[in-house]
């Protein structure tokens, strides 16, 4: 059974600093998503990546995958209030398709000024 | 283009009535979902669709039945109504199995009194 565990749960950080969202699943996958979430809204696709190795930027978010390790991370660089959101990774659990995710628990990141 | 609709958009019931969740897609996607998201939890799959007629349980499928009769449409019923399925729950689409994000509905909320 696939398993995702995101940590840390709960992260508040200062406007311009850095730090890192942690997305760790059980089982072999290639196939990895991200999503942001704002209070009471739906989510939004950030990211996908769909091989080991694979890296993607926007903005201030970057995204990386290591299927040999199953970990996928977030890079936030230079924080702003904007980026306040909690944060999802979803594993494809199929080995096929993307209609099987299995999502983690969530980042609830806030920005502080 | 509207994407996914959800309605309703809120919903109250009784202790054991029922009722359907509406959901269509105007993207021609063929994979569709129900997710249902409670605090703390993230996001659980409830069931899932891979095309007309075809359907498959998810994670958390007891309680609700799916039905996929069009490729634009995927009710969620809930036979008889728990507190235990006070939610909020989303439906998603996605247009394919190479990896293509999916997209997410605004989300139904639901509680059972």
């Known amino acids: 059974e696939l398993k995702v565990e995101q940590n840390p749960l709960f992260l508040s950080m200062q406007e311009g600093k850095n730090y890192t969202i942690y997305c760790n699943y059980s089982?072999?996958?290639?196939?990895l998503y991200w999503y942001r979430q704002d209070p009471g809204k739906s989510l939004e696709s950030l990211f996908v990546l769909l091989s080991n190795g694979a890296v993607k930027q926007e903005g201030r978010l970057m995204a990386s995958l290591d299927t040999k390790a199953r970990l996928s991370t977030l890079h936030i660089t230079a924080a702003v209030h904007d980026l306040s959101a909690t944060y999802f990774c979803?594993?494809?659990?199929?080995?096929?398709?993307?209609?099987?995710?299995?999502f983690g628990k969530g980042t609830k990141l806030t920005v502080n000024p | 283009n509207a994407g996914v609709t959800q309605t309703p958009k809120f919903q109250v019931l009784k202790t054991g009535q029922s009722m359907t969740l509406q959901c269509a897609q105007d993207?021609?996607?063929?994979?569709m979902s129900w997710y249902r998201q409670d605090p703390g939890m993230g996001l659980r799959l409830i069931h899932y669709?891979?095309?007309?007629?075809?359907?498959d349980q998810g994670e958390v499928p007891n309680g609700y039945n799916v039905s996929r009769s069009t490729t634009e449409d995927f009710p969620l019923r809930l036979l008889s109504a728990a507190p235990s399925q006070t939610s909020v729950y989303f439906c998603?689409?996605?247009?394919?199995?190479?990896?293509?994000?999916?997209?997410f509905g605004d989300g139904t909320r639901l509680s059972i009194l």
């Open positions: 979803a594993v494809d659990g199929t080995q096929g398709g993307s209609e099987k995710l299995v």
């Open positions: 669709s891979v095309g007309a007629g075809i359907t």
């Open positions: 993207m021609n996607h063929e994979y």
């Open positions: 998603a689409s996605s247009y394919d199995d190479r990896g293509q994000p999916q997209h």
């Open positions: 089982t072999t996958s290639d196939r």
